[in-house]
């Protein structure tokens, strides 16, 4: 074979692996041009690093505040087990340890970027709100106001933008740990708990109706009906529980005249 012909057929590798790569870095030889697209590229480099970091940095918070404020809620829960003095004390405690992630939060979530970076911090926002709820409702009987979430967030100078969407949203998880503590509540035998929720449930579910009409706030047909299933569940538990006190109580009346017999 003739050596254009083994020229030809032989296989020449597309790149050198071992050959040093271009620097991207601006020199002397380039022109004034070339020079200006890259540093433009690299300026947008830089731009896109700092917002995956920021994201990051983002999402990192709103789990963390997720995870506490579902701490908040089993501690919440123990209310029929432990005192409520205890239960309070152990939940500000909590309470404290959210406040100082909102506060490293709050440094990358300001201006046009609470906007933007909404999708990313508003499921710690909602826990945490369901959190409160869960906490004013045992604690004073009454639905948390967004403007009491407000309070408590600026309490300790965090200035973090509480929207529309992230109050419906976080007090529309409430029902499920209402309906928990009523099962508690029914198991202890203590019936005023148990009506004071149901009273709660049914007004919480006629408002969230009238939003859910108005077809503006995204998911809260599925929240609904979560709320529905839990309001049900709540009343069947309750009517249960009406019905083996009225059965006591009629095998304790006849047991009483077959005494006096």
């Not at 869960?134 to 933008?161: C, H, P, Y």
């Not at 992230?166 to 409430?174: M, N, P, R, T, W």
Request: charged residues 30%; aromatic residues 6%.
């Amino acid at each position: 074979m003739s050596d254009q012909e083994t020229a030809k057929h032989t296989k020449k590798p597309r790149f050198n692996k071992q050959a040093p790569q271009p620097s991207i870095a601006p020199t002397e030889n380039m022109s004034e041009s070339k020079k200006s697209i890259i540093q433009q590229f690299t300026l947008y480099r830089d731009t896109l690093d700092a917002h995956y970091d920021q994201r990051e940095r983002v999402i990192k918070a709103s789990r963390d505040i997720t995870a506490l404020s579902k701490k908040m809620v089993f501690s919440l829960l123990r209310i029929t087990q432990d005192p409520p003095s205890r239960v309070f004390k152990e939940v500000e405690d909590k309470n404290t340890m959210v406040l100082a992630i909102f506060s490293r939060l709050a440094q990358d979530i300001q201006g046009s970027d609470a906007f933007k970076y909404n999708s990313n911090s508003t499921h710690g926002l909602q826990e945490y709100i369901e959190a409160l709820g869960l906490w004013v409702f045992l604690r004073d009987n009454m639905l948390i106001t967004k403007g009491q979430v407000e309070e408590m967030l600026a309490s300790s100078g965090v200035k973090i933008l509480v929207t529309d969407n992230d109050y419906i949203l976080g007090i529309s998880d409430l029902p499920g740990e209402v309906n928990r503590y009523c099962i508690n509540a029914i198991g202890k035998g203590d019936r005023g708990a148990v009506e004071n929720s149901l009273v709660f449930l049914r007004a919480l579910k006629e408002g969230i109706h009238l939003l859910v009409s108005s077809g503006r706030i995204r998911d809260l047909n599925k929240k609904l009906e979560v709320l529905e299933s839990s309001l049900e569940k709540t009343e069947r538990a309750y009517y249960s529980m009406s019905i083996r006190e009225s059965e006591m109580k009629a095998v304790n009346e006849s047991k009483g005249v077959m005494a006096v017999d």
